[in-house]
């Protein structure tokens, strides 16, 4: 089983109209919503593995309560903690022509009761599971070090971890030295306060981190290339160039396909390969992280991986 811990889920509406007018009353012509959040993504994208997953974090009031019945009608299973305050929502309003305006609601801070429970939590799923997942934002101080506790505790079981985050809840997870670490160019410049100029600045980065003894070090940008180093050496992987629809969750199916690769016994190289395929893939489609392997598959072939060392 793969566990994954999402800190800041969101109830993910779409709004669908024709034009969106500043000031002025619309009618709609449909609403459709999906559980959000990093980790129920990575969950999600599994899920359309056959990977045995389950998904926990934070949910919290008549919010929290429709994810719940979202993920259950996906068939997602999960294990959440009561935050005791509402789950936030996002709305994305789509127009005909393809513009999509967000906006997010705030998070709202959990109680240290509720950081002590799920770590609780993570601690005893860590023990049935042969990864834990900790994607995505904190939702205050109170929970910055829930992914450093659940990497010691994907230690303490003897399992591997994957963290993909960004500002305290980063720097604080990395001190645990999990056994991946996937995060985008800019959550990495804004949490070390550093600009990657060049391929050069990219690699040191890269080296920095594998040796702090970190073995699965990713570097994503968006459409740009994807670096990576582990053992083997380090690679830069080209993406093709695809019309993005919703580029949300691609990072997130990337790490979903990497790990259905590592359990299937593939190399890092060809996990590497199908990893980004698959967030390719995501941002081709408007839903988010349910890319299948047939359609996964279909844009492996046009992903060129170059190794560099």
Request: aromatic letters at 8%.
């Amino acid at each position: 089983m793969i566990t994954t811990v999402t800190l800041n889920p969101m109830l993910d509406k779409t709004v669908r109209l024709d034009s969106l007018k500043k000031g002025a009353i619309h009618r709609a012509s449909s609403l459709s919503m999906v559980a959000g959040g990093k980790g129920i993504n990575v969950a999600r994208q599994l899920k359309c593995f056959g990977v045995d997953v389950l998904a926990t974090g934070f949910l919290g009031g008549e919010v929290g309560e429709v994810i719940k019945k979202l993920l259950e009608k996906e068939g997602i299973r999960h294990e959440f903690v009561d935050a005791l305050v509402m789950t936030r929502e996002g709305v994305t309003y789509l127009e005909q022509d393809g513009t999509a305006t967000a906006v997010f609601e705030p998070s709202e801070h959990v109680s240290v009761n509720a950081v002590h429970e799920l770590t609780g939590k993570v601690s005893s799923l860590a023990g049935k599971s042969t990864w834990v997942v900790c994607s995505g934002s904190s939702v205050g101080h109170e929970s910055d070090d829930i992914f450093y506790e659940s990497v010691l505790a994907a230690h303490k079981a003897g399992i591997k971890s994957v963290l993909d985050s960004y500002g305290n809840a980063l720097t604080l997870g990395l001190k645990a030295v999990p056994t991946m670490i996937k995060p985008n160019r800019q959550e990495f410049e804004r949490t070390f306060g550093t600009v990657l100029n060049n391929e050069n600045e990219v690699r040191r980065g890269l080296d920095k981190w594998r040796g702090a003894g970190i073995k699965y070090v990713l570097l994503t940008d968006g459409g740009n290339p994807v670096y990576a180093a582990a053992d083997e050496g380090e690679w830069k992987v080209t993406v093709p160039s695809i019309q993005a629809v919703n580029p949300v969750g691609s990072g997130d199916s990337m790490v979903g396909g990497m790990l259905y690769g590592f359990t299937k016994g593939w190399d890092f190289e060809r996990s590497l390969r199908f990893g980004v395929a698959a967030g390719t893939a995501n941002a081709s489609v408007w839903v988010v992280a349910n890319s299948s392997y047939e359609e996964i598959m279909k844009f492996e072939s046009m992903i060129q991986v170059h190794k560099l060392a």
